[in-house]
T-cell receptor, first 109, second 116 residues
């Protein structure tokens, strides 16, 4: 399995930025870093992914460390709808996605 | 964006019966689909990789005779839980790889199985 390590839980105040960290020290040169989030009783939802360079989309930004052994998902302004479990996943050559424990994000109004 | 649909979204069955869950990619062709199971308050566990036109590849510890996977077309994969028992009660989620897209893996809404 491609191993990632995330904090079990984090809290953020509404409308403030949130930085969700992920460690993936065993990443190989061809592994993509993907982030998904999951609401209760729903399937995961794609957030963002990247390989080496930082990435931005309408949902979030992904900052990837220069050595690629860690990354940070950035939600620029947390809303109550962003409360979910966030998973950082490495995609390997067979395209299998192995999920770690994820970070449960609580957004405080 | 691409959509993956699962059916049924929930099912209750008696112990010993078999249950089939369908996973469809609605607007793209998926040569590869994946099946996961998720117990309450736990992460998703990859069960198997479903390849169109060939046998599924099962993860270690997953019984292939218990969880039958068929990927007969480029838009449909099915998971059959055979002779279901209460310990098979779980949330089953499929996903499909859109090769023509931006490198995203799309997930279905999940199917909750309760075995009495």
């Amino acid at each position: 399995d491609a191993k990632t390590t995330q904090p079990n839980s984090m809290e953020s105040n509404e409308e403030e930025p949130v930085h969700l960290p992920c460690n993936h020290s065993t990443i190989s040169g061809t592994d993509y870093i993907h982030w998904y989030r999951q609401l209760p009783s729903q399937g995961p939802e794609y957030v963002i992914h990247g390989l080496t360079s930082n990435v931005n989309n309408r949902m979030a930004s992904l900052a990837i460390a220069e050595d690629r052994k860690s990354s940070t998902l950035i939600l620029h302004r947390a809303t109550l709808r962003d409360a979910a479990v966030y998973y950082c996943i490495l995609r390997r050559a067979g395209n299998q996605f192995y999920f770690g424990t994820g970070t449960s994000l609580t957004v405080i109004p | 964006g691409a959509v993956v649909s699962q059916h049924p979204s929930w099912v209750i069955c008696k112990s010993g019966t078999s249950v089939k869950i369908e996973c469809r990619s609605l607007d793209f062709q998926a040569t590869t689909m994946f099946w996961y199971r998720q117990f309450p308050k736990q992460s998703l566990m990859l069960m198997a990789t479903s390849n169109e036109g060939s046998k599924a590849t099962y993860e270690q510890g997953v019984e292939k005779d218990k969880f039958l996977i068929n990927h007969a077309s480029l838009t449909l994969s099915t998971l059959t839980v055979t002779s279901a028992h209460p310990e098979d009660s779980s949330f089953y989620i499929c996903s499909a790889w859109d090769r023509g897209g931006a490198g995203e893996l799309f997930f279905g809404e999940g199917s909750r199985l309760t075995v009495l």
